[in-house]
Nanobody
């Protein structure tokens, strides 16, 4: 019922910047939270940043001060501005949303298809 489409990944040198975007579409009554996760082969997917409906944000310690999550509620879109990128930020980044489609919903979890971010040293 809700589809997430990410964009903005790519290859960048260490110290560079990238901006990821994730647009939600479909039957959306409300979005409780949107966030970004990342995963490297052989490791568990980890939460990078999340923004909840109130606008509060939270980040994994390794990206604090370098990454900024923001949203455009009118467009159901979330962004991740990534600055001072490091090789260890290399991963597939996934958009996640907890959204309601119907008045009786408690919220369902949705994932995007993922976008590759590669940071060269």
């Amino acid at each position: 019922q809700v589809h997430l489409v990410e964009s903005g990944g790519g290859l960048v040198q260490a110290g560079g910047s990238l901006r990821l975007s994730c647009a939600a579409s479909g039957i959306i009554r409300s979005i409780n939270a949107m966030g970004w996760y990342r995963q490297v082969p052989g490791k568990q997917r980890e939460l990078v940043a999340v923004i909840i409906s109130s606008g509060s944000t939270n980040y994994v310690d390794s990206v604090k001060g370098r990454f900024t999550i923001s949203r455009d509620s009118a467009k159901n879109t979330v962004y991740l501005q990534m600055n001072s990128l490091k090789p260890e930020d290399t991963a597939v980044y996934y958009c996640n949303a907890d959204a309601k489609s119907w008045p009786w919903d408690t919220g369902k979890n949705y994932w995007g298809q993922g976008t590759q971010v590669t940071v060269s040293s």
